[in-house]
T-cell receptor
Framework: TQLLEQSPQFLSIQEGENLTVYCNSSSVFSSLQWYRQEPGEGPVLLVTVVTGGEVKKLKRLTFQFGDARKDSSLHITAAQPGDTGLYLCAGVGTGFQKLVFGTGTRLLVSP | EAQVTQNPRYLITVTGKKLTVTCSQNMNHEYMSWYRQDPGLGLRQIYYSMNVEVTDKGDVPEGYKVSRKEKRNFPLILESPSPNQTSLYFC????????????????FGEGSRLTVL
């Protein structure tokens, strides 16, 4: 079974701070996704990274896929209270038609 | 509006009382899947379906059944619920690209919180 470990598990910061969330595995994935989940709702896809070393930006969020396609990071610049939520990475395994989700990082951004 | 609809959203039941959580999507997606979400464990896949009448086990299928008789519906059945099935359940769907490859973008329902006493 492929596993994805996220760190940190919890992060509580002040508005305006920067942060990075990590998603690591010993397995290679054909692509990796990041989802955000708000209380009472299902996860919503933020981005998919496909190529090793790929960097994608979504406003203040920067996503990077590791060169070996085993890990990824999410960097948020100048966090805002609206960024509060549970961030989940998900890997699509080579040859698999299903996703493996990470353990999640719960982010709280206080005004 | 494109959506995945789950029912019920909240349910408290007792051990052994059969229950079904329904899931319906209006996006004509071929792929559907059920996950359970538990603190510290992330989302774990229970069952998935690549198309009508095609289902397969995920990582934690024990105690669950599914069926896919129609493209839009993918119900999750707990024949004899136990307390360790207390969890938050999500149904999700996805489309295939023209190449036939799974697109990978999952659309989730709002979740069904189940408590088994």
């Amino acid at each position: 079974t492929q596993l994805l470990e996220q760190s940190p598990q919890f992060l509580s910061i002040q508005e305006g701070e920067n942060l990075t969330v990590y998603c690591n595995s010993s397995s290679v994935f054909s692509s990796l996704q990041w989802y955000r989940q708000e209380p009472g709702e299902g996860p919503v896809l933020l981005v998919t990274v496909v190529t090793g070393g790929e960097v994608k930006k979504l406003k203040r969020l920067t996503f990077q896929f590791g060169d070996a396609r085993k890990d990824s990071s999410l960097h948020i610049t100048a966090a805002q209270p609206g960024d509060t939520g549970l961030y989940l990475c998900a890997g699509v395994g080579t040859g698999f038609q299903k996703l493996v989700f990470g353990t999640g990082t719960r982010l709280l951004v206080s005004p | 509006e494109a959506q995945v609809t789950q029912n019920p959203r909240y349910l408290i039941t007792v051990t052994g009382k059969k229950l079904t959580v329904t899931c319906s999507q209006n996006m004509n997606h071929e792929y559907m899947s059920w996950y359970r979400q538990d603190p510290g464990l992330g989302l774990r896949q229970i069952y998935y379906s690549m198309n009508v009448e095609v289902t397969d086990k995920g990582d934690v299928p024990e105690g669950y059944k599914v069926s896919r008789k129609e493209k839009r519906n993918f119900p999750l059945i707990l024949e004899s619920p136990s307390p360790n099935q207390t969890s938050l359940y999500f149904c999700a769907s996805s489309s295939r690209r023209p190449s036939g490859i799974f697109s990978g973008e999952l659309f989730f329902g709002e979740g069904s919180r189940l408590t088994v006493l």
